[in-house]
């Protein structure tokens, strides 16, 4: 199960529309920018840059790198069957 941690924000939007598309399962945990959760020690550990969208033990810098690395593992997943 993946686990994104977002807020509804361009970028947030970007992770979320990649995982419905990909039918890739997921939890999604809402991090209130606006009320500066994502400066709080528990979602700067996931992090430390305090910007969202996260993919938990997804190495992605950027949201379009979580998309390219989302849509890799599913290419890779339909090669393999
Ligand atoms: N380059 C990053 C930018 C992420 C980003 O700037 N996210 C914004 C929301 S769209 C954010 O977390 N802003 C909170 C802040 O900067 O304090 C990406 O594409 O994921």
Not at 7 to 33: C, M, W
Not at 38 to 49: E, M, T, W
Not at 53 to 73: G, I, Q, Y
């Amino acid at each position: 199960m993946l686990h994104l941690y977002s807020d509804s924000s361009p970028n947030g939007f970007k992770a979320t529309i990649a995982l419905e598309e990909l039918s890739l399962p997921y939890q999604l945990h809402h991090v209130r920018i606006d009320e500066g959760e994502h400066r709080r020690s528990d979602f700067l550990a996931l992090n430390p840059h305090g910007r969202i969208p996260v993919l938990k033990d997804c190495v992605c810098l950027t949201s379009c790198t979580m998309c390219a690395s989302m849509r890799a593992s599913t290419a890779d997943q339909t090669f393999l069957r």
